[in-house]
């Protein structure tokens, strides 16, 4: 049992990196957050003084900013869906006896180390290009029209890059739940002459409430700050411009700080919003 001497020696020695890590947390909130409430141009004229809400009532009532909203929301969920229930056909596939199973699984996870700068360009080029591209190819064989894919399929597009960088993950968690599954349960199951459907339905399924929840949130984390995928297929355009791209605009290109500030923290508060909605809707699972 520790003794209160070799606690506080544990606190002491764990100080340092709690505070380096606030100060990393804190530091730019607050610079958000102060930025927020000034006009600040850096390219035309510098600090203007505080202005108040006025960059939050000009954020929010841009004609942009609901588009976006919902542009990251569409994203968001159409990637969920899918890496959530491929994920889970693809771990149930890998989890069978097969030939060559360990190059399969690495070859099923690569695309995840994959940057999504890089990915996004080889979507582009190889294939949704409407003259060059592989499903422009398959669309002529078929004898059909190739389909304009960034602009007559925007969204549709990003959520199809997004998902095949993040199926790779969602299937590593779900297969390795699946292998912790107690395999007595199933051959019991079997046995009872429970048909492979309701094995699934009544036995992995539930199995995995608690890796679909992880999954979920620690993907919908990093999903509301989709960027270099847009910034690389449509810059922004037909639709595809979510919060984080609205944002980048707004800062970047109209060198406007205080109202790209406002920006984030509306960014922080819908990023809240979510996971507050997803932990009453599924983060149950994580007390089972």
Do not use: C
């Not at 990393?24 to 390219?43: A, D, H, N, R």
């Not at 080889?122 to 059909?144: E, I, T």
């Not at 949130?217 to 355009?237: D, H």
């Amino acid at each position: 049992m520790a003794t209160q001497h070799s606690r506080s020696a544990a606190r002491l020695m764990m100080a340092p990196a709690v505070i380096l890590l606030l100060g990393w947390m804190l530091v730019p909130l607050i610079m958000t957050l102060m930025f927020s409430f000034k006009k600040y141009l850096p390219l035309r004229g510098g600090d203007l003084g505080w202005v108040g809400f006025e960059n939050y009532v000009r954020f929010v009532s841009s004609s942009s900013f609901w588009p976006s909203v919902m542009a990251t929301l569409i994203i968001v969920g159409g990637v969920l869906l899918i890496t959530v229930v491929f994920g889970v056909l693809l771990a149930l596939l890998l989890n069978q006896p097969m030939w060559g199973q360990g190059i399969v699984r690495i070859l099923v996870i690569a695309p995840f180390f994959v940057m999504p700068t890089v990915s996004a360009l080889v979507w582009k080029n190889m294939f949704m290009d409407p003259v060059n591209g592989l499903f422009a190819h398959l669309w002529r064989f078929f004898g059909a029209t190739p389909i304009e894919w960034l602009s007559q399929a925007s969204l549709q597009s990003i959520v199809m890059i997004v998902s095949w960088q993040w199926l790779p993950f969602a299937t590593l968690i779900l297969l390795t739940a699946i292998q912790s599954l107690d395999s007595e349960q199933l051959e019991a199951a079997e046995m009872d002459g429970a048909p492979p459907l309701k094995r699934f339905g009544y036995i992995i399924l539930p199995h995995l409430g608690r890796a679909i929840t992880v999954v979920v949130l620690i993907q919908t984390i990093f999903l509301l700050a989709v960027f270099a995928e847009i910034f690389v297929t449509t810059g922004g355009a037909f639709g595809t411009r979510t919060l984080t791209y609205l944002i980048y605009q707004r800062v970047l290109e109209s060198q406007n700080v205080g109202l790209g500030s406002a920006g984030g923290v509306y960014a922080i508060i819908l990023a809240n919003i979510v996971a507050i909605f997803l932990m009453r809707a599924v983060g149950k699972n994580l007390d089972e």
